[in-house]
């Protein structure tokens, strides 16, 4: 019988583990019985949903909001810390510039608000931003771009971590704008950055191009400030010596 259930699971396209569900259910009726063994199989396949968004997303490391403090971070008035939290605001197409010092913690937030992003079953693709001008430029040239920039247009969320680190040349600084234009109020992007607005011309080298992403980015955006020192640099032995030298 049970090898039967199974056949027939599989040619109805539910999972394998609802036969094995059987015996953990208790119903007074069919009909919950029922009803119960089709939960449990929605259940499992949300779960199967996320932890594949997780792998699909890339993240360098997996970080959570686990201990992590906003006591060094300006949030403006336009954005709870809650609404961060629960990535709120990925739903409702906004971005998030993350600006502070390196060390300072926005790379650990925005992981974090990408991961709970998955977690509530939402797109989410982490990118150093050099390396997505990497993958931009070489698509161009092998003639796959198209594909790649409807795979970017999927997304609920995209993140471009270490922004402004790398200056860009012209090809990349156009490829990486009309990733930029394209998400502008459809989706919602994360930039983590350590350059001022003003400094941003020192990456695209184009003063028009310069302020058509930053009109883009800004609009429908929120901006939080990284006050804080170094986290890396705080816990490390030098750190801590030059902490101490300095008080």
Same mark, same amino acid.
């Given at each position: 019988?049970?090898?039967?259930?199974?056949?027939?699971?599989?040619?109805?396209?539910?999972?394998?583990?609802?036969?094995?569900?059987?015996?953990?259910?208790?119903?007074?009726?069919? @009909?919950?019985?029922?009803?119960?063994?089709?939960?449990? @199989?929605?259940?499992?396949?949300?779960?199967?949903? =996320?932890?594949?968004?997780?792998?699909?997303?890339?993240?360098?490391?997996?970080?959570?909001?686990?201990?992590?403090?906003?006591?060094?971070?300006?949030?403006? +008035? *336009?954005? *709870?810390?809650?609404?961060?939290?629960?990535?709120?605001? /990925?739903?409702?197409?906004?971005?998030?510039?993350?600006?502070?010092?390196?060390?300072?913690? =926005?790379?650990?937030?925005? *992981?974090?608000?990408?991961? @709970?992003?998955?977690?509530?079953?939402?797109? /989410? =693709?982490?990118?150093?931003?050099?390396?997505?001008?990497?993958?931009?430029?070489?698509?161009?040239?092998?003639?796959?771009?198209?594909?790649?920039?409807?795979?970017?247009?999927?997304?609920?969320?995209?993140?471009?971590?270490?922004?402004?680190?790398?200056?860009?040349?012209?090809?990349?600084?156009?490829?990486?704008?009309? /990733?930029?234009?394209?998400?502008?109020?459809?989706? +919602?992007?994360?930039?983590?950055?350590?350059?001022?607005? *003003?400094?941003?011309? +020192?990456?695209?080298?184009?003063?028009?191009?310069?302020?058509?992403?930053?009109?883009?980015?800004?609009?429908?955006?929120?901006?939080?400030?990284?006050? #804080?020192?170094?986290?890396?640099?705080?816990?490390? =032995?030098? #750190?801590?010596?030059?902490?101490?030298?300095?008080?």
């Amino acid at each position: 019988m049970r090898t039967e259930l199974r056949s027939c699971c599989k040619q109805l396209k539910l999972g394998s583990g609802l036969v094995d569900n059987i015996d953990l259910i208790e119903a007074g009726t069919h @009909e919950e019985f029922l009803t119960k063994l089709l939960k449990l @199989e929605l259940e499992h396949r949300e779960l199967n949903r =996320k932890n594949l968004y997780l792998k699909q997303a890339g993240f360098d490391v997996k970080k959570t909001f686990a201990g992590y403090k906003f006591d060094a971070i300006q949030v403006p +008035s *336009t954005i *709870t810390i809650d609404e961060l939290k629960t990535a709120q605001f /990925v739903p409702q197409k906004e971005n998030l510039i993350c600006y502070g010092a390196v060390g300072t913690g =926005k790379t650990h937030l925005a *992981t974090a608000i990408g991961i @709970e992003a998955c977690n509530r079953s939402l797109k /989410v =693709k982490f990118y150093r931003t050099a390396a997505l001008v990497n993958e931009l430029v070489d698509a161009k040239s092998n003639g796959t771009l198209r594909r790649f920039l409807k795979s970017l247009e999927k997304l609920d969320l995209l993140i471009c971590d270490e922004w402004g680190y790398i200056p860009l040349d012209k090809e990349g600084a156009q490829l990486l704008f009309q /990733v930029v234009a394209d998400c502008y109020e459809k989706h +919602s992007v994360i930039i983590t950055t350590n350059l001022e607005f *003003t400094k941003w011309n +020192s990456i695209f080298y184009d003063e028009r191009l310069t302020s058509a992403i930053i009109d883009r980015l800004i609009h429908h955006s929120h901006l939080l400030m990284f006050t #804080g020192q170094s986290y890396r640099l705080q816990h490390s =032995k030098i #750190g801590g010596n030059y902490c101490h030298d300095e008080k």
